[in-house]
C-alpha cells in the first residue's frame, strides 16, 4: 500500500507546486492590452481584407489605438463604424463626402456664318477636287487649331503636292475656299471627270471614291492597297480609272451623267453569233465572276474549259477579262422562221423531250463529260436512238430552239401510224423477249417502267 501511495503522494504535490507557480508567472509576466485595441476590434466587421492597409482588422485597430492612424480607412464599415471609433478614441472625426463631378456647360454650337473675302486662286476644278481638304484646313486655322492644320500641310508636302500648300498660304492669308460644287445639268460632259461609262461608275463608285479620298489625302498605304486589289482581280478598267484621279481627274455623279448612243456600246468580244447564244450562259458566269472580283469562281470555269480543250472559249475569257462584254444574242426568232444553227427535231419532239436536251446541252457547254455521258448512256438503254441523234447534234454546236417559236410545216407533221408500221413495231418489242414469246402488251409495260426509272435518273 506504502508503494502506492508515496507517488500518488509526490505527483499531487508536484502538480499543485506547478500551478501555484504558473499563477504567479501569469501575474508578474503579463502583458498589458491597451483597452481601446479590443474596443476597437469589437466594432470592426472582421472581413480582414486588408483596405486599409493594415494586416487585418486586428492590426488595423492596434494602428488606430497605438500608432495614430487614420480612422477613415475601414471601407467596409462605413461611416457608422467611423462614428463609433472616432467616440472610443473620444476625438470627432470627419466623414469624406464622394464629391459628385461638375456637369460641363452644354456649349452652343454656332451656325457657320456665310464666308465673305476674296476667294483663293484656285481654278474649279482644282477645287472640285480638293474641297474636303481645303474646308479641313481652313476649318483648323480658324480655329487655331495649330496641330491640326500643320498635320494636313505635312501631308502635303509629303505628297509633294505644292499647288495645294499654295492655296493652304492663301487661307493663312485670309482667303476663303468658294463654292465649286455646282451640279452638272443633265446630259452635259464634265471634261474633268474620269472617262468611264455610266454604268461602270454606278457600279464602281465605292471603290473609286475610297481611292480618290486616299489619294487626295496623301494616304499612300490605302490608295496603294486599293491598286493592288484591282491587279489581283485583274481588274483592267479600275486601273485605268485610277490613274486618271491620280491626274487630277474627278469622279463624276452618275445621276448627273448621260451616255451618248456611241458610248453606250462598249466593245464586245469577237464570238460569232451561234457561239454566243451556243455559250452564253458560260461566257455571262464568267463575267460576273471577273467583274465581282470572285477569282475562284472565273478560275474554276477556266479550267473546265481547259479540261474540255474548248480553246474558242477561253479566247473569249481572256477577251472579257481585257474589258469587252458579252453581246446579247439571244434575239427571239420570228413565228414560222427556222434558227438555221437549232438541232433538226420537230416541234413535238422538242416540247416533249426539252428538258433531257436542255440538261444535256448543259452538261455539254459546261465541260461536265460524266454529266453528258450518263444521259446519252440512258438514251441508249432506252434505245432513244432519235434522242442520242440530236444529243450528237448539240455537239456539234448547235443550239436547243424554242418550242414557242417553232412552227411545223404540214408537211412534216407526221402521219398516223400505218398497219405495218405497226407489226414492225410489235416484231421489234418480240425480239426483246426472244422468238416465240412476243407479248406486246407486257413489253409496253417493260418500256414504260424503263422511261421511269430514265425520269428518276435525270431528276
Not at 465605292?206 to 496603294?224: C, H, N
Not at 460576273?288 to 480553246?311: R, V
Not at 454529266?371 to 454546236?397: P, Q
Amino acid at each position: 500500500m506504502e508503494a502506492i501511495m508515496m507517488p500518488v503522494a509526490v505527483l499531487g504535490i508536484t502538480g499543485v507546486l506547478m500551478g501555484l507557480f504558473l499563477a504567479y508567472a501569469s501575474k508578474k509576466f503579463e502583458v498589458e492590452v491597451d483597452p481601446k485595441v479590443e474596443a476597437i476590434l469589437a466594432i470592426l466587421p472582421g472581413a480582414n481584407c486588408g483596405a486599409c492597409g493594415f494586416p487585418g482588422c486586428a492590426g488595423y485597430a492596434s494602428g488606430v489605438a497605438l500608432e495614430g492612424a487614420k480612422m477613415t480607412l475601414c471601407a467596409p464599415g462605413g461611416p457608422k463604424v467611423i462614428e463609433k471609433i472616432g467616440e472610443i478614441m473620444g476625438v470627432a472625426v470627419e466623414i469624406p463626402v464622394k464629391k459628385k463631378p461638375a456637369k460641363k456647360p452644354v456649349e452652343k454650337k454656332e451656325v457657320p456664318k456665310a464666308q465673305t473675302g476674296e476667294p483663293i486662286s484656285a481654278s474649279q476644278e482644282f477645287i472640285e477636287k480638293n474641297k474636303r481638304m481645303l474646308m479641313k484646313f481652313k476649318e483648323a486655322f480658324d480655329a487655331g487649331d495649330k496641330e491640326g492644320f500643320e498635320k494636313l500641310e505635312n501631308l502635303a508636302k509629303m505628297a509633294k503636292k505644292d499647288e495645294l500648300l499654295k492655296y493652304y498660304e492663301e487661307i493663312k492669308a485670309g482667303k476663303i475656299v468658294p463654292d465649286g460644287s455646282a451640279p452638272v445639268a443633265a446630259g452635259t460632259t464634265n471634261a474633268n471627270a474620269i472617262s468611264a461609262s455610266k454604268e461602270f461608275v454606278e457600279k464602281n463608285k465605292r471603290m473609286l471614291m475610297k481611292f480618290k479620298e486616299a489619294f487626295d489625302a496623301g494616304d499612300k498605304e490605302g490608295f496603294e492597297k486599293l491598286e493592288n486589289l484591282a491587279k489581283m482581280a485583274k481588274k483592267d478598267e479600275l486601273l485605268k480609272f485610277y490613274e486618271e484621279i491620280k491626274a487630277g481627274k474627278i469622279v463624276p455623279d452618275p445621276a448627273t451623267m448621260t451616255d451618248a448612243v456611241a458610248a453606250v456600246k462598249a466593245e464586245v468580244i469577237s464570238a460569232t453569233k451561234e457561239f454566243v447564244e451556243k455559250n452564253k450562259r458560260m461566257l455571262m458566269k464568267f463575267k460576273e465572276a471577273f467583274d465581282a472580283g470572285d477569282k475562284e469562281g472565273f478560275e474554276k470555269l477556266e479550267n473546265l474549259a481547259k479540261m474540255a480543250k474548248k480553246d474558242e472559249l477561253l479566247k473569249y475569257y481572256e477577251e472579257i477579262k481585257a474589258g469587252k462584254i458579252v453581246p446579247d444574242g439571244s434575239a427571239p426568232v420570228a413565228a414560222g422562221t427556222t434558227n438555221a444553227n437549232a438541232i433538226s427535231a420537230s416541234k413535238e419532239f422538242v416540247e416533249k423531250n426539252k428538258r433531257m436536251l436542255m440538261k444535256f446541252k448543259e452538261a455539254f457547254d459546261a465541260g461536265d463529260k460524266e454529266g453528258f455521258e450518263k444521259l446519252e448512256n440512258l438514251a441508249k438503254m432506252a434505245k432513244k436512238d432519235e434522242l442520242l441523234k440530236f444529243y450528237e447534234e448539240i455537239k456539234a454546236g448547235k443550239t436547243v430552239p424554242d418550242p414557242a417559236t417553232m412552227t411545223d410545216t404540214p408537211a412534216a407533221k407526221q402521219e398516223a401510224p400505218k398497219v405495218e408500221d405497226t407489226k414492225k413495231q410489235e416484231a421489234s418489242y418480240c425480239s426483246v423477249l426472244g422468238d416465240g414469246l412476243c407479248v406486246p402488251e407486257q413489253n409496253e409495260k417493260v418500256k414504260e417502267n424503263l422511261h421511269q426509272e430514265i425520269d428518276k435518273e435525270v431528276k
